[in-house]
């Protein structure tokens, strides 16, 4: 059976049926890899991958971004559930984490190497909300106005989970976010040339905060105005889950966010993050530190 790609009622986004994942060839990946770079989203229903498989998947996009020092955290569970069965509590870390993924975000921007893409399998499903919204960062930039193209373009934002995670009122004391608030967050320009296809994209989301050349008020109004304009229909899709969908978005040009849902609930998430690529992905910023012996953490393809 021949894949079939059903674009999505947006600007961006497409469902593929009539393929199995965890039995992909070369020409199956190069059917998807295409339409990665089309449309930029890619859900598809009813895949059932293990582990195992999700993570081969994954590879083909290229390196494991590594959540954890850990080579065995290639897949991690994003989850509400503790091991004891019970969920977790406000006050917890992890609670805060998954309260952060409510804010429309792109992965690792405040990491000196960005992600590339990203991808969730859903194992545990909660009765109400807990969808994944999407949102195109192509079209967000095509549709700006040339006076806000001008405004923008040669302007960058640091980016900072320190900073995003304060913005809900949570404060981060331990791990990545904390270490790159001490050492300088990533500086990153607000529009994002993609490798594949070349087209713009805003960079922006919730861990974008301080414009070098803005005072920090005008900073925060400028990032809170683009976001709002670029996260709107019909730039946006909402990814409601059934156990078994696989979704899968470009961190270059894709925004993305959790929705809320009751955290009496269970909800579990199957999560891969590949790596960006140097070239193309590393903060300015960052290009001294790593001459300076800097190695993101990957796990080798
Ligand atoms: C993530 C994330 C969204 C979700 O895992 O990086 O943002 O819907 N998840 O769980
Ligand atoms: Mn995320």
Same mark, same amino acid.
């Given at each position: 059976?021949?894949?079939?790609?059903?674009?999505?009622?947006?600007?961006?986004?497409?469902?593929?049926?009539?393929?199995?994942?965890?039995?992909?060839?070369?020409?199956?990946?190069?059917?998807?890899?295409?339409?990665?770079?089309?449309?930029?989203?890619?859900?598809?229903?009813?895949?059932?991958?293990?582990?195992?498989?999700?993570?081969?998947?994954?590879?083909?996009?290229?390196?494991?971004?590594?959540?954890?020092?850990?080579?065995?955290?290639?897949?991690?569970?994003?989850?509400?559930?503790?091991?004891?069965?019970?969920?977790?509590?406000?006050?917890?870390?992890?609670?805060?984490?998954?309260?952060?993924?409510?804010?429309?975000?792109?992965?690792?921007?405040?990491?000196?190497?960005?992600?590339? !893409? !990203?991808?969730?399998?859903?194992?545990?499903?909660?009765?109400?909300?807990?969808?994944?919204?999407?949102?195109?960062?192509?079209?967000?930039?095509?549709?700006?106005?040339?006076?806000?193209?001008?405004?923008?373009?040669?302007?960058?934002?640091?980016?900072?989970?320190?900073?995003?995670?304060?913005?809900?009122?949570?404060?981060?004391?331990?791990?990545?976010?904390?270490?790159?608030?001490?050492?300088?967050?990533?500086?990153?320009?607000?529009?994002?040339?993609?490798?594949?296809?070349?087209?713009?994209?805003?960079?922006?989301?919730?861990?974008?905060?301080?414009?070098?050349?803005?005072?920090?008020?005008?900073?925060?109004?400028?990032?809170?105005?683009?976001?709002?304009?670029?996260?709107?229909?019909?730039?946006?899709?909402?990814?409601?889950?059934?156990?078994?969908?696989?979704?899968?978005?470009?961190?270059?040009?894709?925004?993305?966010?959790?929705?809320?849902?009751?955290?009496?609930?269970?909800?579990?998430?199957?999560?891969?993050?590949? !790596?960006?690529?140097?070239?193309?992905?590393?903060?300015?910023?960052?290009?001294?530190?790593?001459?300076?012996?800097?190695?993101?953490?990957?796990?080798?393809?």
């Amino acid at each position: 059976m021949d894949p079939t790609i059903t674009p999505l009622d947006a600007s961006f986004g497409a469902v593929i049926t009539g393929i199995d994942l965890a039995g992909l060839d070369d020409a199956g990946w190069h059917i998807v890899e295409d339409a990665f770079h089309e449309y930029a989203a890619l859900v598809f229903p009813a895949q059932n991958l293990g582990d195992e498989a999700q993570v081969a998947f994954a590879k083909r996009f290229g390196n494991i971004e590594l959540l954890r020092d850990d080579p065995k955290a290639e897949a991690v569970l994003i989850s509400n559930e503790k091991p004891d069965g019970g969920v977790v509590e406000p006050d917890e870390h992890r609670y805060q984490t998954l309260r952060g993924n409510e804010g429309w975000h792109t992965d690792s921007s405040y990491m000196p190497l960005a992600s590339k !893409a !990203a991808m969730l399998t859903a194992l545990v499903v909660p009765p109400a909300g807990g969808e994944t919204e999407l949102a195109d960062m192509r079209d967000a930039y095509d549709a700006l106005d040339d006076e806000r193209k001008d405004r923008i373009r040669d302007l960058s934002a640091y980016h900072s989970l320190y900073q995003s995670q304060a913005k809900v009122g949570y404060t981060i004391k331990t791990g990545a976010g904390y270490g790159y608030h001490t050492k300088g967050a990533p500086l990153r320009p607000l529009v994002k040339t993609h490798p594949a296809t070349g087209r713009k994209s805003l960079f922006i989301g919730r861990h974008a905060y301080r414009i070098p050349g803005l005072e920090d008020g005008e900073a925060q109004a400028l990032l809170d105005d683009l976001l709002d304009f670029a996260c709107r229909p019909p730039r946006t899709y909402k990814h409601a889950w059934q156990p078994g969908d696989l979704v899968v978005w470009d961190n270059r040009c894709v925004l993305h966010r959790a929705r809320p849902y009751d955290y009496g609930e269970t909800r579990v998430m199957r999560h891969t993050r590949v !790596a960006g690529d140097p070239a193309n992905d590393l903060a300015p910023t960052a290009r001294d530190e790593r001459a300076s012996g800097y190695e993101p953490t990957t796990s080798n393809r």
